[in-house]
């Protein structure tokens, strides 16, 4: 039988740290995760209606999130924030508000920040947006992950491994179909590997999309 687990709950402590930093009493602590979820799916929903989006990757690598008693911090981690640049200041003042009503937080301060990554390529939830919107487009699947991996090869990574699972083509039976381009050592605790599940809607179905990205050794 094969026993799963998820590549980055298995790293945490080694090469892996927690994209939420807070602590809270046992009874509180459903409230907080669910405070986390409101808050990047309202930064995500902004993004999605706000920015011209040219490639069809809104390019949100993570989002980090940090609690204190009286602030919340927040670090958008993104690949392409000129997509935010222009009016900068009063989008990100905007967004702030639009999470504030969403968490209708009275007694807290909200700070959210946005930083650049270079490679944007080389993290899966943003290659993952790139193989979703080419299969919107009904490209062929094996067409969107050759170019996936090219473009993952030039954000200098040592191997990637996409996995996509569904009525694939619009195929009548579902299918997985996989593909592993140099090394992905998923056994290798001290191995930082980015991993990141994704599902697509198309006119056929839904697609799940999953993508291990081996970094290097720790």
């Known amino acids: 039988m094969g026993q799963k687990i998820n590549p980055l709950g298995f790293r945490l402590g080694t090469t892996q740290s927690h994209h939420s930093i807070w602590f809270a ?16 799916d309202c930064i995500k929903n902004y993004i999605q209606k706000n920015m ?10 993570r989002i980090e999130i940090q609690k204190r008693i009286d602030l919340i911090q927040v670090i ?34 909200l700070n ?22 080419q299969l919107k487009n009904r490209v062929s699947f094996r067409k969107a992950i050759k170019k996936a991996i090219e473009l993952t090869e030039q954000a200098d990574t040592k191997g990637i491994q996409v996995q996509i699972a569904g009525r694939i083509d619009g195929k009548e039976i579902a299918r997985v ?19 990141c599940p994704y599902t697509v809607r ?5 697609l799940g999309i999953k993508i291990w990205i081996f970094r290097e050794e720790g």
Not at 52 to 61: D, F, L, R, Y
């Open 25 to 40: 009493q046992p009874k509180n602590y459903s409230d907080g995760l669910q405070e986390d979820q409101k808050i990047r």
């Open 52 to 61: 011209k989006i040219s490639s069809g990757v809104e390019g949100i690598a």
């Open 76 to 109: 958008i981690y993104m690949g392409f924030p000129k997509l935010l640049i222009e009016g900068r200041a009063r989008r990100i003042e905007e967004l702030q508000m639009n999470v504030q009503k969403e968490l209708n937080c009275v007694n807290r301060k």
């Open 112 to 133: 959210i920040t946005i930083t650049k990554i270079t490679n944007p390529y080389g993290h899966p939830s943003i290659l993952a947006e790139f193989i979703a919107g």
């Open 177 to 195: 179909e996989w593909i592993r381009e140099g090394r992905v050592p998923l056994q290798t605790i001290r191995a930082k590997i980015d991993y």
């Open 202 to 206: 198309t006119i056929y179905g839904v």
